[in-house]
């Protein structure tokens, strides 16, 4: 959203390959026409894509584009044709192009036709970040598209070196890159892997996780503060602290309701999970461990991914001597009897966090975070674009700005 990080960045990525430079939606929102003003003027020799993602007052808003230096123009698809051969007739006016983007179409194909027929210069097969976190995928539309007009097609909407190369060899001829250039920590190198992925581009069978290898595969690559931060600072246990420190844990939820002084529910748990799990525990005591040396032996033993309790814990010697992560508001020496009273795999309440069987659980030396398994995928999706992110801030801050410039934070705060 700031002006200058984005002409550095920019800059970066034409010098590993980018033959175009777009000025984001977020950009224009944020800087104006003045964002496509300094980009041309940063980088004349370039093209300058606005995506202005016009839906009326066509002419007028290519117009304001041509203008301030861009050479192709923006609009959404869904805008009325009337607002579409509007904007032509400015473009051929202006000397610029027009790109549609398909982005929420009902039908994406028929409407393809259509645009092609109005003779508009390109269109983009876009799946939008939202979208993208639920798995919709830009390449299985983008080969429904190709065949159906003459008009060159983009594709954009999570490409990387991989899809990026998958995309020209379907047909597309013009590949938009965002998150995997523009979050990198070295945007030349991203760019270059990227450019030399499409200039060798051909047909293969991209292989595909299933949705549960991808969520944990990211989770296992993200913090549990990028998580929080994915969930708008939600989803983050109260008072759960890890006993061992250097580990991380990832699985899907095995819960246990037990009480003070019980401890038959948590070990019977253990019998019940297995590879994949972490046996999640609310025992309301932090005088009285349910959990111990013994109990954390049989879950390694059976290739469990951790443990969460509310409550304490002991033999917290033994436990760090195996390296395994346990996770838990207290320690203590003494732990109460096998009772049998509680319940296994109901919804309970661990760290003031509601937690429901199959939920995933992630915990590292920041803490526990509960992921509903609802939105699993949505929120591994955005807790990677946060460490993206995160990852180009920290390489901003080691070439000398500090946070607050990095950010702009006077910029943005609230008057």
């Known amino acids: 959203m700031e002006l200058d990080r984005s002409i550095q960045i920019a800059k970066e ?3 590993g390959g980018a033959d175009w430079i777009e000025a984001g939606t977020p950009l224009i929102k944020s800087e104006g026409m003045d964002s496509v003003r300094e980009m041309k003027k940063a980088l004349p020799g370039t093209r300058i894509v606005a995506d202005m993602k016009t839906v009326d007052t066509g002419a007028m808003e ?8 861009a050479d192709i123009v923006a609009m959404l698809a869904t805008s009325d044709n009337s607002t579409i051969e509007d904007a032509l007739r400015a473009a051929h006016k202006y000397g610029v192009q027009i790109m549609m983007d398909l982005l929420t179409v009902p039908d994406p194909v028929k409407r393809s036709r259509e645009l092609d027929k109005l003779g508009v210069d390109y269109i983009c097969v876009h799946v939008g970040i939202d979208q993208q976190m639920t798995g919709r995928d830009t390449i299985d539309l983008l080969k429904q ?10 594709a954009a909407g999570g490409i990387d070196a991989s899809s990026g190369a998958e995309a020209v060899a379907s047909g597309a001829a013009i590949v938009i890159v965002g998150g995997s250039v523009v979050r990198s920590a070295d ?7 990227i450019r030399e992925a499409i200039d ?3 047909i293969s069978v991209r292989p595909r996780k299933s949705a549960e290898e991808e969520i944990v595969a990211i989770f296992r690559k993200v913090s549990s503060p990028n998580i929080s931060d994915a969930m708008h600072r939600k ?8 006993i061992i420190q250097g580990t991380k844990m990832v699985g899907t939820a095995v819960t246990v309701q037990t009480f003070a002084g019980d401890w038959a529910k948590s070990v019977e748990a253990i019998d019940l999970a297995g590879p994949g799990n972490v046996i999640v525990i609310y025992n309301g005591s932090n005088d009285i461990a349910p959990w111990g040396g013994l109990a954390t032996l049989s879950c390694k033993n059976r290739g469990i991914e951790g443990v969460v309790i509310d409550g304490a814990v002991r033999d917290v010697d033994e436990i760090r001597a195996m390296k395994y992560p346990v996770f838990a508001s207290a320690i203590v020496p003494n ?3 096998p009772k049998g009273m509680g319940e296994i795999n109901a919804e309970i309440t661990c760290g003031r966090q509601t937690v429901r069987p199959g ?11 509960v992921v509903p398994k609802d939105r699993a995928y949505e929120i591994a999706k955005r807790a990677k674009m946060v460490e993206e992110t995160e990852s180009r801030l920290y390489e901003e801050i080691r070439r000398g700005k500090t946070l607050s410039q990095v950010l702009n934070l006077k910029k943005w705060e609230k008057v």
């Open 335 to 337: 732990a109460g009897e």
């Open 187 to 193: 945007v030349t190198a991203s760019a270059r892997k």
């Open 62 to 69: 290519v117009e304001m584009a041509a203008k301030a230096g």
């Open 145 to 154: 598209i190709v065949t159906e007009v003459n008009t060159p097609v983009a």
């Open 359 to 369: 939920d995933y659980i992630v915990g590292d030396e920041s803490g526990v975070v």
């Open 13 to 15: 990525a034409v010098s």
């Open 200 to 202: 060798h581009a051909r």
């Open 235 to 242: 989803g983050a246990m109260r008072d759960i602290h890890p």
